[in-house]
């Protein structure tokens, strides 16, 4: 079972800051820092790349279970993609 965060930015440090608080596991099968980083989290490196990234993992059948993390904020072009 593969799970992905996808990130917009650097929001999986501040989500994984956030989880380590409250005391919360790293997701299963990705308990080791270093595979937590390569393999769970696809940092998208902006908002269009994150869409994309997003899309792409929707083709993937491997991937079970996916995060999308954003900034708030709000564009007059935003599209939202749903299958």
Known sequence: MAQRLIV????AI???V???KKGLPLPV??????KFQQEFVKSAGGYDRA?????DSL???NLTNRLVAM??????????YFR
Do not use: T, W
Not at 8 to 11: I, L, P, R
Not at 29 to 34: K, L
Not at 51 to 55: G, I, N, P, S, Y
């Open 8 to 11: 917009e930015g650097n929001d």
């Open 59 to 61: 083709d993937n059948a």
């Open 51 to 55: 869409l994309e990234a997003l899309r």
């Open 71 to 80: 900034g708030a904020f709000v564009r007059d072009d935003c599209k939202f």
């Open 29 to 34: 099968g990705y308990e080791s820092p270093s």
């Open 14 to 16: 501040a989500l994984a």
């Open 18 to 20: 956030l989880c380590q």
